[in-house]
Structures are given as structure tokens and as C-alpha cells.
């Protein structure tokens, strides 16, 4: 019987945990194919935090939420090898009533979420020169270093026999007479295979463009900074998220931030917007913490779906072209690449992703 061949165009976190699932669950033929190294694209400039806590209490609450659980459950499986930051997340709102609100809502669901008052704050986060009356503890919530755990999963993905193709940029997706996606081009040969999947980030757009299809995303900017200090551990012990700041720590010596790119005026440029968190964080912390000072800016280029939900699932009739496509990769990459990897290799439905089909943007498909 004839291997089946399986392209994955895009090495960041998503297709290499996807790349894992396939060579795991099926003896395929895999080949993993990324214009860059793995995970050098928007995974490299991820803020990386694993969380549930979100203000959207729906299904896609509960996806996050299980998520969050196969983080947990791949950190087992590997032995804790891939560090991952359990350290939990203190957030807050605009008010003290959004903060209650924002709890309330996320306990009736059943979420770790627990209420902290501002002396409880100031116990788990000393050098906060300030805090609120309440705020939300997301007791299992964490973060990872994304490259790290990409790069490890990698290693394990090429052990199981994927074949791995680094600095090959897809140029273009080939069809058949009847529309069937038969295979890949790159700049200097073509690819066959069975099925071809799109987990590409922003470039899935461009392929897809090719084949009349209108992929309904636009590129969502995020500003990464890397502060760093002198050495002090645990300079902030808990991932803090507020609507100010947005940080923590990576090691004993840096700070990780996360801020939203405005526009492209100069006034709003990534090393401006840096400098004016780099001054928030400092006025946000007490004097007893070490000096701060601006180590690294990037902007990370991420696939924001109209309606910020994921889109996952085949294309065409022929079962032969699937696409993962979602913002929040790092955190549903194990949850999505588990579910999607049954529906590639048994061509069976997977429930929990039905309501992320691009079919629900009425877009016309070959």
C-alpha cells in the first residue's frame, strides 16, 4: 500500500506541533517546509502567555480553556522539559467593578480565576509600587519561551522520521484538472503530495489568493520588548496584565512586554511605544527594583480572522487542502494540532471545530 504524503507549509509552533501529531498518530510520509527556520516567524516575536483568561465567555472561552489544559498535559508527557513558566496571572480592569465582573463571569464557568484584594496583590508582587482594590488570579495560566519549545518539539517531530526543509519559500500551491491541490512549487522544484496543509501565518493569504479564495484575515501588528536589568530574580513573580502594562519575566536579567501597534505615524513608532512602556513599567514598580533599560524591540505579524476566531478544516471536496489559520497560536497549538491531526488522518469531523470552518464567512471556494 502506497505511504500517504502530507505537506505542512509553515514551521512556526503550530506546524511543528501539527508535524508531531501526524508522524505520531500515522505513518505517513511528512514533510515540513518554511520560507524561514522553525519558528522564526511570528512565533519568534510572541508575548507566549498560555491563558484562559480573556473576555469572551463562550465556546471559544471553553476551546481556550482546553487549551490550556493540553499544555498541561504535553508538559507531563515531556517530562517538564520544556520549562514551561507555571507562574499564574494577575490582571486587572479598568475599574475595580469590570475586575469583579470580569471574575464573576469566568467563575461561573468553572474557571481557576480566584479574587485578590490589593494586600494579597502586594504579597505575591512586592515590587508593585501600586496596585488595585481587586484583581484576577489565573492560578493556571503560564508562558513559555516559544522558540525553545518549538525547537524541542522540532527534534522530536524529526526523530519520528518528518522531513524537515528549512529556507524554502512556497511560491505556490498545485492543482489538478479538477481542482484537487496535488502538491506545493518553490522557487527551484515542486513538491507532490496528498494533502497539503496551510499553517503559514499571514502568508496563508497569499497562497490561497492563487486558488479564488478570499482568506478573510488581516495582519494584526503586536510590539514585542525585551527589557533587561541586573541580575534579580523573579523580578516580577506572576505574569501581570492590566491596561497599562502588559509583562514578565523571561530569566533573571529581562523583562518581557507586550503592546498593541497603533499606526505607522512616527510618534507611534515600535521604539517610541517602547520607550513610553519602558517609563510606565518604571513608574508602575517600586525604587527597590533594579534599573530598567531597553534591550530589544520587534513587531510580530499576526493573522487576525474578521471575526478574531480561528479557522481551521478542509478546503475542498477532495479532503486534499487544510488550513489552520488564528491569532492566538501559542496558546491553542496543542489543543488545535491534536484535534486537526485526527480529522487529516481518519477524515473524520472533530466536534470542537465546527464552529471555526472558513464556510462560516460565506467565502467561495473551488
Known amino acids: 500500500m502506497r505511504q500517504n504524503e502530507i505537506?505542512?507549509?509553515?514551521?512556526?509552533?503550530?506546524?511543528?506541533?501539527?508535524?508531531?501529531?501526524l508522524a505520531t498518530k500515522s505513518n505517513a510520509k511528512i514533510t515540513l517546509i518554511d520560507k524561514n527556520s522553525a519558528g522564526n516567524g511570528v512565533t519568534k516575536h510572541s508575548f507566549a502567555w498560555l491563558n484562559v483568561s480573556y473576555g469572551r465567555p463562550d465556546n471559544y472561552q471553553k476551546l481556550r480553556a482546553q487549551a490550556l489544559n493540553a499544555w498541561h498535559e504535553l508538559d507531563k508527557a515531556t517530562n517538564h522539559d520544556l520549562n514551561i513558566q507555571w507562574t499564574g496571572a494577575i490582571s486587572w480592569q479598568?475599574?475595580?467593578e469590570a475586575t469583579l465582573a470580569f471574575i464573576q463571569s469566568h467563575q461561573a464557568q468553572k474557571f481557576k480565576i480566584e479574587a485578590l484584594s490589593q494586600e494579597a496583590i502586594l504579597l505575591k508582587e512586592p515590587l508593585l509600587n501600586s496596585s488595585p482594590k481587586i484583581s484576577a488570579f489565573a492560578v493556571d495560566?503560564?508562558?513559555?519561551?516559544?522558540?525553545?519549545?518549538?525547537?524541542?518539539?522540532?527534534?522530536?517531530?524529526?526523530?519520528?522520521?518528518?522531513?524537515?526543509?528549512?529556507?524554502?519559500e512556497v511560491t505556490a500551491l498545485l492543482q489538478d484538472d479538477t481542482g484537487k491541490v496535488i502538491g506545493i512549487s518553490t522557487a527551484n522544484t515542486q513538491y507532490l503530495a496528498d494533502q497539503v496543509i496551510l499553517t503559514a501565518g499571514v502568508d496563508n493569504k497569499m497562497l490561497l489568493n492563487a486558488l479564488n479564495i478570499d482568506l478573510p484575515i488581516t495582519i494584526s501588528p503586536a510590539i514585542i520588548i525585551r527589557l533587561k536589568h541586573e541580575v534579580f530574580p523573579s523580578l516580577t513573580k506572576h505574569i501581570i496584565s492590566n491596561p497599562q502594562m502588559e509583562i514578565r519575566a523571561i530569566d533573571d536579567q529581562h523583562l518581557l512586554v507586550a503592546e498593541d501597534y497603533i499606526d505607522d505615524a512616527p510618534e507611534n513608532s515600535p521604539e517610541i511605544i517602547a520607550k513610553n512602556a519602558l517609563k510606565a513599567i518604571e513608574r508602575a514598580l517600586s525604587p527597590l527594583a533594579p534599573v530598567l533599560s531597553i534591550d530589544k524591540v520587534a513587531v510580530g505579524l499576526r493573522p487576525m480572522p474578521r471575526d478574531e476566531m480561528p479557522i481551521v478544516g478542509f478546503l475542498d471536496s477532495h479532503q486534499s487542502l487544510y488550513l489552520i489559520s488564528m491569532h492566538a497560536a501559542v496558546t491553542l497549538s496543542p489543543l488545535i494540532s491534536q484535534l486537526a491531526a485526527t480529522e487529516i488522518i481518519e477524515k473524520r469531523t472533530e466536534d470542537a471545530l465546527i464552529p471555526y470552518r472558513l464556510s462560516r464567512f460565506k467565502i467561495t471556494q473551488q
Open 94 to 96: 479598568e475599574s475595580d
Open 141 to 168: 495560566e503560564g508562558a513559555i519561551d516559544p522558540i525553545a519549545v518549538t525547537n524541542q518539539l522540532l527534534q522530536a517531530a524529526i526523530k519520528k522520521g518528518i522531513n524537515y526543509l528549512p529556507h524554502q
Open 7 to 21: 505537506i505542512i507549509i509553515g514551521a512556526g509552533i503550530v506546524g511543528v506541533m501539527l508535524a508531531l501529531q
